[in-house]
């Protein structure tokens, strides 16, 4: 079945790089879109880039100069990198895979992990 | 950026009571999204293409709307449907509601 799990640090401090991992299952990275989102404690959510089975990606405006989204295609897995970090980037992120039949709907969620900017 | 206002910002529903959450965007959008979160736990995918339930929804559920205004209706309120829902769009870039507080009266 598919599955994705995030992992990364827990802890940043601010003005460094954030890198996040979701490694995923049950599909292929070259057939499905992938995307970030996160959620600040008891807010709501962030979209924040997408890569899509093509290799290609695009960003949320706010943080495409800070952002940048890859992959390992053998590993099954896409990155997150965030530099630049500040408190207000403390969040719970998670990734997701798009639908097949509808790609512009997160049909399957990691559990998230969460990123606390602290120094 | 096309933006997604819901509501209420909080309900309080008794069970068997009907429910009605609204998403109105900035501009026009084909199609609406919702996903259920509930306290600690991930986003679920909840409607897709405005009106069709996911995989596991109870079909008291439903979801309508077009243009700059939709909705996802619970026609009966259970106890298990206290929970936070988000409406999201994909018109240019991807957005996300605020969110709709649900909570059991």
Redo the contacts between chains.
């Keep these: 079945q598919v599955q994705l799990k995030e992992s990364g640090p827990g802890l940043v401090q601010p003005s460094q790089t954030l890198s996040l991992t979701c490694t995923v299952s049950g599909f292929s990275l070259s057939s499905y879109g992938v995307?970030w989102?996160r959620q600040p404690p008891g807010k709501?959510?962030?979209?924040m880039g997408v890569i899509w089975g093509n290799g290609n990606t695009?960003y949320?405006?706010a943080l495409k100069s800070r952002l940048s989204i890859s992959r390992d295609t053998s590993k099954s897995q896409v990155y997150l990198k965030m530099n630049s970090l500040q408190t207000e980037d403390t969040a719970t992120y998670?990734c997701a895979r798009v639908?097949r039949v509808?790609p512009?709907?997160?049909?399957?969620?990691?559990?998230?992990t969460l990123v606390t900017v602290s120094s | 950026?096309i933006v997604l206002t819901q509501s209420p910002t909080t309900i309080a529903a008794s069970p068997g009571e009907k429910v009605t959450i609204t998403c109105r965007a900035s501009s026009s959008v084909s199609?609406m999204?919702w996903?259920q979160q509930k306290p600690g736990a991930?986003?679920?995918?909840w409607i897709?293409?405005t009106s069709k339930l996911?995989s596991g929804v109870p079909n008291r559920f439903s979801g309508s709307g077009s243009g700059t205004s939709y909705s996802l209706t619970i026609n009966t309120m259970e106890t298990e449907d206290a929970a936070t829902y988000?409406c999201?769009?994909?018109s240019s870039?991807?957005?996300?509601?605020?969110?709709t507080k649900l909570e059991l009266k």
């Design positions: 995307i989102v709501g959510l962030e979209w695009n949320n405006s998670y639908s509808y512009h709907w997160f049909a399957y969620w990691g559990q998230g | 950026e199609y999204y996903y991930s986003p679920k995918p897709y293409d996911a988000y999201q769009q994909w870039t991807p957005t996300f509601g605020a969110g």
